[in-house]
């Protein structure tokens, strides 16, 4: 069974930066390498919203409320993905996830334990 693990949240000032990982354990590369993959992220009393994804270097999305600050890649023979964080305000405080999402962007497997990013002066 697919396990996705994510770490590298902490809490940081206004303007700070963080680098999230997520790790898909057990899961062959065969499986991994083909997946569009994303980070969400869900903020108290939130629903959980799609933050950024990506198939290829080519093949990324962002939200706007991200875009120019948030910059997604992936590591296919390590089975990981990285969300770098800059510029980061307190409106980025969540909870943040990473999942694979199918043709109509919904996410495949099931949820990680998520890393809490807080960002507050």
């Known amino acids: 069974q697919v396990q996705l693990v994510e770490s590298g949240g902490d809490v940081v000032q206004p303007g700070g930066s963080l680098r999230l990982t997520c790790v898909a354990a057990?899961?062959?590369?065969?499986?991994?390498?083909?997946?569009?993959w994303a980070w969400y992220r869900q903020a108290p009393g939130k629903e959980r919203e799609l933050v950024a994804s990506?198939?290829?270097?080519?093949?990324?999305d962002y939200a706007d409320s991200v875009k120019g600050r948030f910059t997604m890649s992936r590591d296919n023979a390590r089975k990981r993905l990285f969300l770098q964080m800059s510029n980061l305000k307190p409106e980025d405080t969540a909870v943040y996830y990473c999942?694979?999402?199918?043709?109509?962007?919904?996410?495949?497997?099931?949820w990680g334990q998520g890393t809490q990013v807080t960002v507050s002066s």
């Open positions: 057990r899961m062959i590369t065969s499986v991994f390498n083909p997946n569009r």
């Open positions: 999942n694979a999402v199918n043709t109509a962007n919904q996410p495949k497997y099931n």
């Open positions: 990506m198939r290829t270097d080519s093949d990324r």
